[in-house]
């Protein structure tokens, strides 16, 4: 399937060009120049998505039921594409990629109504709580506990890499309910209306990358309303997973790291080679640079045919599949991009990745944010369960 737009979709490709161009403020383009990870800088992504919101632009996806735009399957790409050229700072995906969908599809109809309008509008930031210290790719053996007292939960345990849980003021998270039968067979889904219950702390960690992205949350003692909870007692499982299935399937990645590519030709074209001329005239750079370019059209033909609605999106193993390739495609290009800036990624610039930071940076801005983003793409592979479970899980998909 290719999608090519007509001539019909030019006027609308104008109107998105023409808003992109005068609505990012110089803080919000700065923003999406530092960002190094899936989670742009949170004060100014926030704001960012607010001006969306005024157009009806936050949620590209959301039906039209839910506050989306309606737009087609080219009207959406097209969007993508003009978005990531700019290199303006993507949303953040755990409220309008994961627990909006989720509560689409399973929310009770007065979840909905509290819940999506504060994720449409950048009101709310919700922060994931599943990983713990001794359950990760592991998840079903978490042990943050909820016993039932009354009409509430009383939690206590803890949670580990809730990205921005120092900025959130929402939680959707997993909790066991039951030890008995299988440890799957426990765990209930529930949503925290706010990040500062009495007994609850939330401890920033700082990453390979300087940045304080992640997060632990503790709980003692933490009284929520069981009117929280999302599905059934123990059914939280089947929950997760359909949760799992936005996460690692949604969205469009292709345009992003298209422009990722992009930013090393040009700067490759600019740096000179060991051999004479410069690098963009290197066989091996040359080389890379193509399988990486073939790679990333594969998959951006793969998401075409997803975001049109092809039979394979029903397929269990499409969000996995298509969470290995754009993950591991994401390493490879953070790696070519350190190829390119050598040496000059080295220094440690955490200070000036900070938007309206004093400090000036060493160098353009790919050598500012080259070892950063590539320290911060280790994680990748790792997050939304491991690309060894997905593997595991495309194998089981194809059993008879």
């Not at 053996?141 to 990205?163: E, F, H, R």
């Not at 740096?271 to 640079?289: I, K, Y």
Request: proline residues 6%; aromatic residues 8%; negative net charge.
């Amino acid at each position: 399937m290719d999608i090519t737009p007509d001539s019909g979709l030019e006027e609308f490709r104008s109107e998105v060009v023409e808003f992109l161009d005068t609505a990012p403020t110089p803080e919000i383009l700065e923003a999406g120049r530092k960002t190094t990870s899936v989670f742009a800088p949170f004060e100014q992504v926030m704001a960012w998505h607010r001006i969306l919101h005024t157009r009806g632009w936050s949620a590209p996806d959301w039906p039209e039921e839910y506050g989306g735009p309606g737009w087609s399957v080219e009207q959406r790409y097209i969007f993508a594409t003009e978005y990531q050229k700019r290199g303006l700072p993507p949303l953040l995906p755990n409220g309008l990629k994961m627990v909006g969908p989720l509560l689409m599809e399973l929310g009770s109809p007065e979840q909905k109504e509290r819940y999506l309008p504060g994720i449409l509008s950048g009101e709310d930031y919700w922060t994931q709580g599943y990983s713990e210290p001794a359950a990760g790719s592991d998840l079903a053996s978490l042990s943050c506990s909820a016993v039932a007292d009354g009409d509430d939960y009383i939690l206590n345990g803890s949670k580990i890499w809730t990205t921005y849980a120092h900025h959130a003021n929402r939680m959707f998270m997993l909790v066991r309910t039951s030890n008995e039968g299988p440890k799957q067979a426990g765990i209930t889904f529930l949503l925290l209306d706010r990040m500062d219950y009495p007994g609850m702390e939330v401890r920033p960690i700082i990453g390979l990358d300087g940045a304080p992205e992640q997060c632990e949350v503790f709980f003692t003692d933490v009284r929520v309303p069981q009117s929280a909870r999302v599905g059934a007692e123990n059914d939280g499982w089947a929950v997760s997973k359909q949760l799992l299935k936005h996460e690692r399937g949604g969205g469009a990645q292709s345009p992003m790291l298209r422009h990722r590519l992009d930013v090393i030709r040009e700067a490759a074209a600019q740096t000179p080679s060991a051999f004479g001329g410069f690098l963009s005239e290197d066989a091996a750079f040359q080389r890379d640079l193509g399988e990486l370019e073939a790679e990333v059209s594969s998959l951006e033909h793969f998401e075409k045919l997803a975001i049109s609605g092809h039979p394979m999106v029903k397929d269990r193993a499409y969000p996995s599949l298509n969470k290995i390739m754009s993950t591991e495609l994401t390493q490879r290009i953070s790696t070519l991009m350190t190829d390119v800036v050598g040496l000059d990624a080295i220094p440690d610039q955490r200070e000036a990745l900070v938007v309206g930071s004093d400090t000036e940076a060493l160098g353009d801005d790919l050598s500012l944010i080259a070892m950063p983003y590539y320290l911060n793409s280790r994680a990748t592979t790792i997050y939304a369960g491991t690309n060894e479970v997905q593997r595991d899980l495309i194998a089981r998909s194809q059993r008879p």
